[in-house]
């Protein structure tokens, strides 16, 4: 028998992205966030949702572009770290030795450090309620040579991206390939 427990924001799981974006003066900022996914196809739309209260929510409506470094299992606790402090008072650059590095695409940065980076520009902002979210059009996917598979695409086995758990707030690893989508199912 299955317990109501509320409404409440309870999916499993939910991504641990580092969102980049500049400040008015330039400065790279990059923030923790857990509230976002694919969202469209065509275009490569991802969306991520900010509350109003935080520094990179006011960066995003200035600069209209952000971007999504995804970091790895071994870099949870930086990971941890830029969702603990503002960017209005702390450089967590400076404080966690990650790098920030300047998009080609979008005025945004990325951290060199992580394997999976994508570059977006707003297409939409959405006021939702506490949070607003961002749809952002994906101008590009960059990844680190070494995190790729034989046809050239993102390995999630070799990036190890970490998973949030909102229920109990606690990141998790990726767990073993299943089988492939489309596929498993046609023996039913």
């Given amino acids: 028998m299955k317990h109501s427990l509320g409404a409440k924001t309870l999916i499993y799981p939910t991504p641990t992205w580092i969102i980049g974006s500049y400040d008015q003066q330039a400065k790279p900022n990059g923030m923790t966030a857990a509230w976002g996914g ?14 109003k ?12 572009a952000f971007t999504i470094s995804v970091p790895t299992e071994s870099q949870a606790e930086k990971a941890d770290y830029f969702g603990l402090v503002s960017g209005r008072d702390t450089d967590k650059f400076a404080a966690t030795g990650w790098t920030p590095i300047r998009s080609d695409l979008v005025d945004a940065p990325y951290i060199q450090e ?5 570059e977006c520009k707003i297409l939409q902002v959405n006021e939702l309620g506490l949070h607003t979210q961002f749809v952002g059009q994906i101008l590009d996917v960059k990844a680190e040579a070494e995190m790729l598979d034989a ?16 229920g109990n707030r606690v990141y998790y690893g990726v767990g073993a390939s299943l089988g492939h989508a489309f596929e498993i199912g046609k023996g039913i």
């Fill in 114 to 118: 992580c394997p999976l980076v994508l």
């Fill in 38 to 51: 694919i969202c469209c196809s065509d275009p490569p739309c991802v969306a991520v949702s900010l509350r």
């Fill in 151 to 166: 046809t050239g695409m993102p390995d999630i086995q070799k990036i190890l991206p970490i998973v949030f758990s909102p």
């Fill in 53 to 64: 209260a935080t520094y990179s929510y006011g960066n995003l409506m200035e600069r209209q």
